[in-house]
Every structure is written in C-alpha cells, then in structure tokens.
C-alpha cells in the first residue's frame, strides 16, 4: 500500500511537470490559491503546551506537556495562462512525560501542488496534490479514522479538464487518486485505494448562477479484501456566485455501491460549501457532507457519515488576528460486531499578535469531545498552546 501511495505521489508530479474532485473533502469549495503577493515564503516557529488526555481514555485520563516546532515554505508563481502554488510543512512534536503506550516523539509533514493551465479560452487543465503524514484526525479533510489512531498516510490526487462548448454550456471531467496507508497493525484493515472518474454538465443560467449535473465512478480496493466496492453517484446541484468574494456550492442524489463480500445499496448522498472574504480583513468557509464513506470500514459492511465544519479568520487589527474552527462528525457503522454510532465534536481557536513585523505570538485552544454506543471510544480532550512564528 505504501508503495502504491508513493507511486500516487510520483504520477501526480509527471503529469504536473507536462501541463479538482474527490470522495474526501479537499475537492469541496476549493479556494483559488494564485494571487499571492510573495512568490517564495519560509516560516518558522516553536511552541510549548499541555494535552489534558494523552492517551484518549474514556475514564483514565493522563496528560503531558509537550514542545513544537514548524516548518512551512511556499512558493507561487505564474501568469494568467499558467499559474501554480507549491508548499512543504513539517512539524515534530515531543510530549515530555508521554503514558505508556505512547510515543514520546511524533511528526507530521505534508507536500500540497496545485496547477492551473488554459490551454486556450476554451479549454483549461487543473491539478491538485495533496501528500501527508499525520498522528492526527485531519477533520478538513474528512478521510482518516475520526480519533487519533496510529501515523497514517494520506494520499490525494485530482486531474480535472475544464471544456466551453458555448458561453453557457461547458463540461469538466475528472480523475481523482486517492488513499490511506495506517502504520499500525491492528488499522492495516482500513489501508484502501481509491479511483474516482468523474464527469460534470454545466449550464449557466445567469452570470452568477450555474446548474450541474454530475456522473462518478468510483473503484475502492482495501488491504484485507474485505470493503472492495464500486459505486456510482446520480448527483444535481448549482453553483451560486452571491458577490465576487461570496460563493456557494450544492450537490445532492444518491450513491449506488457494490460491495464485493456485502450486496449492493443506494444511499442518499448530498455535499455543500460556502465561502466568504472581504479584502484581507475577513475569510469564512464552511462544508457539509452526508453519505457513505470508506476509510474505518474495514470489518463492517456499511459507514454512513454526516460531516460539518466551518472556519473563520478575522484581522481585528493591524497586529491582531484570530481564528476559529469547529467539525462535528456523525459516523454510524452497520453490518459489524459491534454496531455502534459515534459523534465527534472538535472546537478550536487562536489568536495572532504581531510583535514586530514578521514576528507572531500564536496562542490557542482546542478541546474534542467523542461520544459512542461503545464506551471504550468515548473521550474529552483539551490541548492549550502557546508559541512565536517568523515568515521570511
């Protein structure tokens, strides 16, 4: 499986260097990420704080303060025919009194690219790359196990070309490659790879308002056999420009899976996304999605999942800006031993103060909350922090 991911990677980077959709949630309201001031950025920073709940138990909690670091450098560059931003994170993470049972040391790394090419007025190529390696539930992306398992790899790669038959009517077809690797033995169940065929039909009434008609094909393999489907989406939506900083997008119809070892059903399947800015002031987004979803299904036949989450970002001044996020998960496993429903609730927010020009005081807050039918997965959790960023 890893080398699978690996070759994901590498695949996505030839077709990358030659010239966006996706079952998680990376393809919902993507942002244009082409205009930025500096071409070349590295920031750096180190931080300390306290996690209540370490070891994530229900009624044994154990907590540690740890020490951080971050690594994060982008680079845009491009013209209004090809334009691409490409960018590398890294954060090692050291608890300094870590329960038995877990790791002392942890990190996480990530490599996002995307490309926008127009061929010519009619015709343009996109492509978004997304690589990682995380300890963590990644909520904005909405593919990993909803808690805190082991390291994982996350791979995700969507070819999208973009056609303008007429001024109003135009399709985009899409590839999206996508997978998980768990390092732990006990998740190597849930390791899957996942092909995605995509193909939309847009017609745009007004300037501000297009409809859509959407066909997928999807193709899902896990490591133990067991979760093998394929599926088809039937979907319908629009997309609505309410001001030039103001959009929103909604599909909505039905999944038709085919389990190789469980029969075939038909769920109901809906996504949504909103986004608002007002200059460099005010950025908002949120998402929603309900239906099946394949990571953590490794031994039940079906897991339905409703996911929301917003985040906002408000400069309050010219030094100070803060941030705030929260995701709610739903998830209800059927078809396994036990069957359970679990809800995840994830609240986070942050300020920023700008102590000298390039140099930023960042503090925050977290706390997560899982409740279960299975007590054993029930768990709060706060994580205080408290750390200084350079950008150069």
């Known amino acids: ?218 193709m899902t393999e896990y490591d133990n056999g067991f979760g093998d489907y394929t599926s088809q989406y039937f979907l319908a939506g629009v997309d609505h420009s309410f001001s030039r900083r103001t959009t929103g997008s909604f599909r909505a119809g039905a999944e038709m899976r085919d389990r190789d070892n469980g029969g075939s059903d038909t769920n109901p399947y809906a996504e949504a996304s909103f986004s608002h800015s007002i200059a460099k002031q005010t950025y908002v987004r949120w998402y929603g999605r309900y239906g099946f979803e394949d990571a953590d299904v490794g031994n039940y036949e079906d897991r339905t999942s409703f996911r929301t989450g917003v985040s906002v970002q408000q400069r309050f001044t010219n030094r100070l800006a803060g941030n705030l996020g929260a995701n709610y998960v739903f998830d209800s496993y059927k078809g396994g031993n036990p069957e359970t429903d679990d809800n995840v609730i994830e609240v986070s927010l942050g300020l920023d103060y700008n102590v000298y020009k390039n140099l930023v005081l960042n503090t925050g807050y977290s706390f997560t909350t899982t409740t279960s039918d299975v007590a054993a997965r029930e768990y709060d959790r706060h994580i205080l922090s408290l750390g200084m960023t350079a950008k150069f």
Request: proline share 3%.
């Open 1 to 218: 499986m890893k080398r699978q991911l690996c070759l994901l990677s590498l695949a996505s980077l030839t077709v990358l260097s030659t010239g966006a959709h996706a079952q998680g949630l990376l393809s919902l309201g993507q942002r244009d990420e082409f205009e930025k001031k500096l071409p070349f950025s590295v920031t750096v920073g180190l931080g300390a704080g306290w996690d209540s709940n370490v070891n994530l138990s229900p009624d044994d909690e154990q907590d540690s303060a740890f020490i951080k670091g971050t690594v994060i450098a982008e680079y845009s560059t491009g013209d209004r025919r090809t334009s691409y931003t490409f960018g590398l994170t890294y954060n090692p993470f050291y608890y300094l009194d870590a329960p038995e049972g877990v790791d002392e040391f942890q990190q996480s790394a990530s490599v996002n690219f995307a490309l926008r090419h127009r061929v010519n007025p009619r015709l343009t190529i996109t492509d978004n790359l997304y690589f990682a390696y995380e300890y963590e539930p990644n909520y904005q992306i909405g593919t990993s196990v909803a808690r805190r398992t082991q390291p994982y790899i996350y791979g995700y790669n969507s070819l999208n070309v973009a056609y303008a038959w007429t001024k109003r009517f135009s399709t985009v077809t899409g590839y999206t490659l996508s997978g998980i690797d768990y390092d732990s033995d006990s998740d190597t169940g849930e390791n899957y790879i996942s092909n995605l065929f995509t193909q939309d039909f847009r017609y745009a009434f007004t300037k501000l308002t297009t409809g859509v008609l959407t066909y997928r094909y999807g």
